[in-house]
């Protein structure tokens, strides 16, 4: 099984502040990873695909990078619609998709 | 626009099957590419991915619940369906149902219904 961590586990932040979520696949995953947000008591809702592919719709503020094992969500200017817990989510094993555990933002 | 929504009951007893339905509107489940799924979420914890399907009929499980699930296709009705037998207290979660968009570079769950809180319990 593809394991995925995220770091940090939560983090405060301020309004504007430029927010840096880091993701880790246990083996290489080429750059099927996908990040996404979730607001409490809704269901999440897609951010990025393919780890630097905007979905439609989603701001650009939002950006991913990374490939093989690493990789980086970044606000680049945090709002307060933002504050939200978002996961990273590896598509390289079509058998087993999996989710990290999430990276909580909340307000500094 | 595309929605899903999930249905079915709120409240299972240990030992039972858990049964939902999503329901597509807004554009066909036939279409090419696009795969079917659920995931599901227990309450204060991460989301895990139960399977998806093809209108065709293939499917793919999570190997730690394939022994349970089983994914179903009503292409007729614009639906598909989940279920999980011998629940436990564990199955306890909000399941969602999702539109898994499916290609050679990529796949990622696009579209979700909100999610359904299903609870185990006698």
């Known amino acids: 099984d593809i394991q995925m961590t995220q770091s940090p586990s939560s983090l405060s932040a301020s309004v504007g502040d430029r927010v840096t979520i880091t993701c880790r696949a246990s083996?290489?995953?080429?750059?099927?990873l996908n990040w996404y947000q979730q607001k409490p008591g809704k269901a999440p809702k897609l951010l990025i695909y393919a780890a630097s592919s905007l979905q439609s719709g989603v701001p650009s503020r939002f950006s991913g990078s990374g490939s093989g094992t690493d990789f980086t969500l970044t606000i680049s200017s945090l709002q307060p619609e933002d504050f939200a817990t978002y996961y990273c989510q590896q598509s390289y094993h079509t058998l087993l998709f999996t989710f990290g555990p999430g990276t909580k933002v909340d307000i500094k | 626009q595309l929605q899903l929504q999930e249905s079915g009951p709120g409240l299972v007893k240990p030992s039972e099957t858990l049964s939902l339905t999503c329901t597509v509107s807004g554009g066909s489940i036939s279409r090419n590419n696009y795969y079917w799924g659920w995931i599901r979420q227990p309450p204060g914890k991460g989301l895990e991915w139960i399977g998806s399907?093809?209108?065709?009929?293939?499917?793919y499980y999570n190997p730690s619940l394939k022994s349970r699930v089983i994914i179903s296709v009503d292409t007729s009705k614009n639906q598909f369906s989940l279920k999980l037998s011998s629940v436990t207290a564990a199955d306890t979660a909000v399941y969602y149902c999702?539109?898994?968009?499916?290609?050679?570079?990529?796949?990622?769950?696009?579209?979700w219904g909100q999610g359904t809180m299903v609870t185990v319990s006698s």
């Open positions: 083996q290489s995953i080429s750059s099927y």
């Open positions: 399907m093809y209108y065709s009929g293939s499917t």
């Open positions: 999702a539109r898994h968009a499916w290609s050679s570079a990529s796949n990622e769950f696009d579209i």
